[in-house]
């Protein structure tokens, strides 16, 4: 019987020839067919994309050209400052903007940033001159989170207790955070703050806040004076002085508070590493591949003798003559292969547990028939009652 | 034998598959599953809602905003600029599907404050043709909301349309929901049981500083009618504090 089928697929085949099973007929040996041209303009998968110009709109802010302030504006967190008599300051840009708000006042912080306070005017006996300078972590917004604090203030208070414990040497870290449900003691939604100066030695406020609740601002502050006239490494790699200039709230000098860097984990969008030409946005003038001296995206680079990247029949101005160009690395490296499979085990404990989605529904309206006196309602003019009544 | 063996097992296993699942079924047989709830940001539950009902996106639906006493009710619908100020009680329309921020002032009982919260419209009513603004959805800010507000917390309300047969059935004296939930509750659903949610209210102390603030916080940018829906005498537009509401604005913070 199998060599029945066999002879029977033979003849098949002699019958019909080289023709497609869709009547087309399959290409000789010496036949090619060039791919669409929306496929041959890229140089292949894995190494092609939408383009450095696409990417750069879904690139982290804070990358190449694009900074935190531009674009369309940030939410903010309204932070209310309560507690110790004191004023309040930050820092803006390369000013320091003291006395912007006295305590209790509140101000806006961008989320998703670490910013600069300035305490200053503290009273209490001691304290006469002397500042403080916390810093202040603002987080993103969380899903939990966004209800309140779109409709509420995050209350930051300094103690007389956090003074003292300052003055003794010791840091002090706030955590303010809105606990889960589950640890919510009344449905009417409020924050709940940790210090790390009453829980026990060992215990990390901020994995302790993160384990009840979302964490939404972060307060750490201890008695360092910050030395604002210093020097700062420029990306080249010289060392050029910062110059810091000031601002008096009491003067009617108000500056908003700029971050003194980024939350990375907060920072939404591509990774800016994974990304050659940077952040951009629409209408900016980002690098686009194949438009001015941007090269065709997939265009190979390489090495030349003069040190600059370039096309390979470099030096210009002549003929293309060079054929080979060769660069070997002899270097001793030991580079572990890339992982091919990853494994990553989760279990989230317990597990989502919904119901199966509904897959029939039976609909049936019955019409209630009253009599009189059946309906303990009134039949009048009520406010939800038919005008002129029944 | 073989075979009554295999039917004894066989009934054994069912039993046991009824234990493991009885407890389960008989939970899910008292109330339904809302995957939605009160707590998802703003604006996103109404738009989820509006996209499954498919009501019609030309209705605006009154709503008649109540203080305890006196004051101002500004509203804000994605822009930083109040579109109507009026006198409360206040009363406007506003299409269903969107969220939109209010802002209360000049009230009596706390001079010198003012809030913004929020209301989310999920549904609409349906009244006789020709009387909506007889039907408007009351959204009432008590005394003790407001207090709850100022001092840092927020409250968080959801306004049904009770189901009119139970409504026309039972006693009014006699029925008695459940005024305040606990935090773990859904009070959409809880709400659901009772009748069709219509509004989420939410209540908080902040308050819009900086010319920076997002759009977003103004609201999703649902259209807002205050023109024939505001009953005569009820409403007056006072542009004093239409203009005092920008300056805070602009104050940046107070």
């Known amino acids: 019987m199998r060599y029945y089928f066999l002879a029977l697929g033979a003849l098949v085949v002699v019958c019909m020839g ?36 696409v990417m750069g709109v879904l690139a982290q802010p804070g990358g190449m050209g694009m900074g935190p302030g531009m674009g369309m504006p940030q939410m903010s967190t309204q932070v209310k400052f309560i507690g110790h008599d004191m004023s309040v300051g930050w820092l803006s840009g390369n000013v320091i903007a003291r006395n912007q708000q006295v305590v209790p006042g509140r ?61 003794s040497n010791n840091m002090v870290t706030k955590v303010i955070y809105l606990p889960d449900p589950k640890f919510q003691a009344r449905a009417i939604a409020g924050v709940e703050t940790l210090v790390s100066t009453t829980l026990d030695p060992g215990i990390d406020p901020i994995e302790q806040a993160e384990r009840m609740g979302t964490i939404m601002v972060v307060l750490r502050m201890g008695n360092k004076r910050m030395q ?12 050029a002085p910062v110059s810091f200039s000031s601002a008096n709230g ?136 038919p005008p002129g009544g029944y | 034998m073989p075979i009554a063996h295999e039917s004894s097992l ?113 549904d609409r009513l349906h009244p006789p043709a020709g009387s909506a603004a007889n039907y408007p959805i009351p959204v009432v800010l008590t005394e003790a909301d407001l207090k709850e507000a100022l001092s840092g917390r927020m ?8 189901n009119p047969r139970s409504a026309a059935q039972k006693d009014p004296l006699r029925r008695n929901p459940r005024a305040t939930l606990d935090p773990t509750d859904n009070a959409l659903q809880e709400a659901g049981m009772y009748g069709r949610p219509m509004m989420i209210v939410r209540i908080g102390g902040r308050i819009p500083s900086g010319p920076n603030m997002p759009l977003s916080y103004f609201g999703s940018g649902g259209t807002v009618d205050p023109g024939d829906s505001v009953p005569a005498g009820s409403g007056v537009v006072k542009l004093s504090d239409r203009k005092r509401a920008v300056e805070s604005l602009a104050r940046g913070n107070d």
């Not at chain 1, 791919?35 to 939408?50: E, K, L, S, T």
């Not at chain 1, 604002?228 to 990306?235: K, M, R, S, T």
């Not at chain 1, 293309?320 to 292969?337: C, D, F, V, W, Y």
């Open chain 1, 18 to 53: 080289c023709a497609g099973v869709d009547g087309q007929s399959v290409l000789k040996s010496n036949e090619y067919v060039a791919p669409p041209a929306a496929m041959m303009q890229h140089p292949g998968p894995m190494v092609d994309g939408p383009g450095p110009g």
């Open chain 1, 107 to 167: 101000a806006d912080f961008p989320q998703g940033a670490i910013y600069q306070l300035v305490y200053s005017n503290i009273s209490g006996e001691g304290w006469a001159g002397e500042d403080l300078f916390p810093t202040l972590e603002v987080r993103s917004a969380h899903p939990n989170t966004i209800a309140y604090l779109t409709h509420n203030t995050v209350p930051v208070e300094i103690t007389d207790e956090d003074l003292e414990h300052v003055r």
């Open chain 1, 228 to 239: 604002f006239d210093e020097a700062q490494i420029q990306p080249n790699g010289t060392i």
């Open chain 1, 250 to 385: 009491d003067n009617g000098e108000y500056l908003p508070p700029s971050p003194v860097t980024l939350i990375p984990s907060d920072i939404q969008g591509v990774p800016g590493a994974m990304i050659a030409a940077g952040g951009g946005f629409p209408g900016q003038n980002v690098p686009v591949s194949g438009m001015g001296p941007t090269p065709v995206w997939g265009m190979p680079m390489t090495a030349t003798p003069i040190g600059l990247p370039g096309p390979p029949h470099l030096p210009l101005g002549g003929p293309a003559g060079l054929k080979s160009h060769t660069i070997r690395n002899l270097s001793q490296n030991n580079m572990p292969e890339p992982v091919d499979h990853m494994l990553i085990d989760v279990e989230h404990s317990p597990g989502y547990s919904v119901p199966a989605p509904v897959k029939h529904i039976q609909y049936k309206e019955t019409h209630p028939v009253f009599g009189p006196g059946d309906v303990s309602t009134p039949q009048g003019q009520g406010a939800y009652g």
């Open chain 2, 10 to 122: 066989r009934t054994a296993i069912i039993t046991l598959a009824f234990l493991l699942t009885g407890p389960t079924a008989f939970a899910q047989s008292g109330a339904y599953y809302e995957p939605l709830n009160e707590k998802l940001p703003p604006g996103f539950t109404a738009d989820i809602m509006a996209r499954v009902r498919h009501d019609d996106m030309f209705w605006l639906q009154p709503v008649r905003v109540e203080l305890p006493t006196a004051g101002t009710v500004s509203v804000y619908s994605a822009t930083p600029v109040p579109i109507v100020t009026t006198s409360a009680p206040a009363q406007f329309s506003a299409s269903t599907g969107h969220f939109y921020r209010l802002r209360i002032a000049d009230m009596p009982e706390f001079p010198g404050e003012e809030i913004y919260p929020s209301i989310e419209i999920l």
């Open chain 2, 155 to 162: 409250v968080t309300r959801v306004i049904y349309l009770e």
